[in-house]
């Protein structure tokens, strides 16, 4: 089972994400896990990483590519993967699908969780997130019991400075643009497959499981 998420920030991809890895026993890639945990740990990457991000500049595809290539190199990647943040643009997916088949790992569908601009908005600058647990909560769509409140642990929620309506909307708009060629470039040869991502968590998690599971590990594998 080789896939890659695609999602708008605000669109359930990480919940879904999280199950996936669960149900089906393959990892979770974050391009952006990969990158700091590769800064951290100092390796080749890393350095290079690290000197590109000093100056100002965005990491290049083919330090990104190579961090990848050594996370598929990995004995838990052997049934398969979940990619995520990667690729951003058509030249990227371009460059991952020559790594993958060149690695006799081609990537088998891309799949869309698909959710209206206005309704990721309502998500997005309505979201909590829990100081003491991590959970969050959606003044909106998911609201505490108490008001800034953490049902779990009764701390204090918060609100990430980002998640403004100017800095989402700007950050919903570039997503637009580079992930429009995107879907376009999957569903051109068969490998796209949408979510309607408006639903409850159980519903969108069926449909993912129905359209993985003919091509997901078997439990022996």
Do not use: W
């Not at 945990?37 to 290079?48: F, N, R």
């Not at 497959?193 to 993912?208: K, L, P």
């Amino acid at each position: 089972m080789r896939i890659v998420l695609l999602g708008a920030p605000g669109s359930g991809k990480g919940t879904q994400a999280a199950r996936l890895v669960e149900h089906y026993k393959v990892p979770q890639i974050s391009t952006g896990d990969l990158l700091r945990a590769a800064v951290a740990e100092g390796t080749e990457l890393g350095l290079k990483a690290k000197a590109a991000m000093d100056e100002g500049q965005l990491v290049s595809d083919d330090i990104v590519l190579g961090m990848i290539r050594e996370r598929l190199a990995q004995p838990d990647t052997q049934r398969g993967f979940i990619l995520d943040g990667f690729p951003r643009n058509i030249a990227q997916a371009e460059a991952l699908d020559e790594m993958l088949k060149g690695l006799e790992r081609p990537l088998e569908l891309g799949i869309l969780l698909d959710v209206p601009l206005d309704k990721l908005m309502k998500r997005l600058t309505g979201r909590m997130t829990c100081k003491e647990c991590g959970a969050v909560f959606n003044r909106y769509t998911n609201p505490p019991d108490s008001d800034h409140q953490c049902n779990l642990c009764e701390h204090e929620l918060v609100q990430r400075n980002d998640d403004n309506e100017d800095t989402v909307g700007r950050r919903l708009e570039v997503f637009q643009e580079q992930t429009a060629p995107l879907v376009e470039y999957y569903e051109r040869d068969g490998r796209l497959a949408r979510i309607d991502g408006e639903r409850e968590i159980e519903q969108i998690a069926a449909d993912f499981r129905e359209i993985l599971d003919p091509i997901a590990p078997s439990s022996e594998s």
